[in-house]
């Protein structure tokens, strides 16, 4: 059975900190790791990191995929408090003939003035 | 934003009523996926789809059944609610099982059973 562990469950920081989020997976037949955010409705896309793409950065936002040891994190600087959100991380596998996208947790930032 | 839409959006019914929730999507993607989000367990996957009339359990799916008549409509259905099977359901898509599985989600459908 496919699993994510998203660690810590919640944080709380000040505007212009930074912060890691971390992610472990086991999964078998690994397809790619995901990153969404989700505020108060569906969770919006961030990240996809795959054995050809294990590094990727958006503005304040970056992520790494580390395939050897299973885990991703994914770093937000300068945070402000419109990164207060849930950051879900997800893996696709494909194990036994499934096409399954396994979610952690997730993880709650709160980022406050 | 990925045409996907979810109905209803809220929904209350009573104890061993059955219920239908929808997916529909205009994106022609193949995957479809519903799961259910309650807090302390994150998003858990109920059933999926990756063709029409082809589907597969999830993490958990007791109590629920689903079809696919048409590419584009992911139908859900509790066929007799328990106050267990409150919580907030939304639908995902995505285009393919390559390396490229990013999933867009609906707007969520927020269901209470009393």
């Known amino acids: ?113 | 934003d990925a045409g996907i839409t979810q109905s209803p959006r809220h929904k209350v019914t009573e104890t061993g009523t059955p219920v239908t929730l929808r997916c529909h999507q205009t994106e022609n993607h193949r995957y479809m996926y519903w799961y259910r989000q309650d807090p302390g367990h994150g998003l858990r996957l109920i059933h999926y789809s990756y063709g029409v009339k082809d589907t597969d359990k999830g993490e958990v799916s007791d109590g629920y059944s689903v079809s696919r008549s048409k590419t584009e409509d992911f139908l859900l259905t509790l066929e007799s609610a328990t106050s267990s099977q409150t919580s907030v359901y939304f639908c995902a898509i995505s285009e393919s099982w390559t390396d490229y599985t990013e999933a867009f989600f609906g707007q969520g459908t927020r269901l209470t059973v009393v």
């Open chain 1, 1 to 113: 059975e496919d699993k994510v562990v998203q660690s810590p469950l919640s944080l709380v920081v000040h505007e212009g900190d930074t912060v890691t989020l971390n992610c472990s997976y086991e999964v078998t037949n690994f397809r790619s790791l995901l990153w969404y955010k989700q505020e108060k409705k569906a969770p919006t896309f961030l990240f996809m990191l795959t054995s050809s793409g294990i590094e990727k950065k958006s503005g304040r936002l970056s992520s790494i995929l580390d395939k050897k040891e299973l885990f991703s994190i994914l770093n937000i600087t300068a945070t402000q408090t419109g990164d207060s959100a849930i950051y879900l991380c997800a893996v696709a596998g494909s194990g036994a003939g499934s096409y399954q996208l396994t979610f952690g947790k997730g993880t709650k930032l709160s980022v406050i003035p």
